[in-house]
Nanobody, 131 residues
Framework: QVQLVESGGGLVQAGGSLRLSCAAS????????MGWFRQAPGKDREFVAG???????????NYADSVKGRFTISRDNAKNTVYLQMNALKPEDTALYYC??????WGPGSPPRRENDYDVWGQGTQVTVSS
């Protein structure tokens, strides 16, 4: 059974950086699209970034407009881990960040942006950005 475990969250000042990690067990991530979502208090969970499957640590990526140019999603298949590098953080980036994956491998090149396209979720890691 596949499991996803996020780590790397914390408290950071505005303008700072954090790198989130999502370690997968029970499957190899190279053949799966992966995504990051976040949920702020009182708000719905929203898409942050996604990466397509790739056998060589590459993959197509897409981002929410609110994080484009500041966040970077990447993968390390050897470590079975997906990362979210977050730079120039803003107080509005404060949220619980989740890693997610579909049950089915492969799929179209563009990673999905809808929650319903993902079946497996981690427990989340908290990111708090102070002003």
């Amino acid at each position: 059974q596949v499991q996803l475990v996020e780590s790397g969250g914390g408290l950071v000042q505005a303008g700072g950086s954090l790198r989130l990690s999502c370690a997968a067990s029970g499957r190899t991530i190279s053949s799966y699209r992966m995504g990051w979502f976040r949920q702020a208090p009182g708000k719905d969970r929203e898409f942050v970034a996604g990466i397509s499957w790739s056998l060589n640590n590459g993959g197509n990526t897409n981002y929410a407009d609110s994080v484009k140019g500041r966040f970077t999603i990447s993968r390390d298949n050897a470590k079975n881990t997906v990362y979210l590098q977050m730079n120039a953080l803003k107080p509005e980036d404060t949220a619980l960040y989740y890693c997610a994956a579909p049950l089915k491998p492969w799929g179209p090149g563009s990673p999905p942006r809808r929650e319903n396209d993902y079946d497996v979720w981690g427990q989340g890691t908290q990111v708090t950005v102070s002003s």
